[in-house]
Nanobody
Framework: QVQLVESGGGLVQPGGSLRLSCAAS????????MGWYRQAPGKQRELVAT???????NYADAVKGRFTISRDNAKNTVYLQMSSLKPEDTAVYYC???????????????WGKGTLVTVSS
């Protein structure tokens, strides 16, 4: 029932900025932790940033000071503001969320299908 849909990816020059968004929809009682992961060609998927329901954020060392994760709980949406982009940021970026569909329900992990970010001159 739950779907996560990412948007905002595209081609950007080094030093540029992009803002990714991920909207959750479906049978949602509450959204707990949300986050962004990325996977570059030939590499493992890696954590980019996470944010708790109360706004506490964590970042991978590679993006600290450049990326900002935020969320709008009223819209069931998480954002990733990316600045000072580098070629090594090129990857498919995936939205992730821990979602419960009832007060006593199990919290399940959901993934979006990804959005491609290409940083190149």
């Amino acid at each position: 029932q739950v779907q996560l849909v990412e948007s905002g990816g595209g081609l950007v020059q080094p030093g540029g900025s992009l803002r990714l968004s991920c909207a959750a929809s479906g049978s949602i009682f509450s959204i707990n932790r949300m986050g962004w992961y990325r996977q570059a060609p030939g590499k493992q998927r890696e954590l980019v940033a996470t944010i708790t329901s109360d706004g506490s954020a964590n970042y991978a060392d590679a993006v600290k000071g450049r990326f900002t994760i935020s969320r709008d709980n009223a819209k069931n949406t998480v954002y990733l503001q990316m600045s000072s982009l580098k070629p090594e940021d090129t990857a498919v970026y995936y939205c992730n969320a821990v979602i419960s569909n009832a007060v006593l329900g199990v919290a399940n992990i959901y993934w979006g299908k990804g959005t491609l970010v290409t940083v190149s001159s």
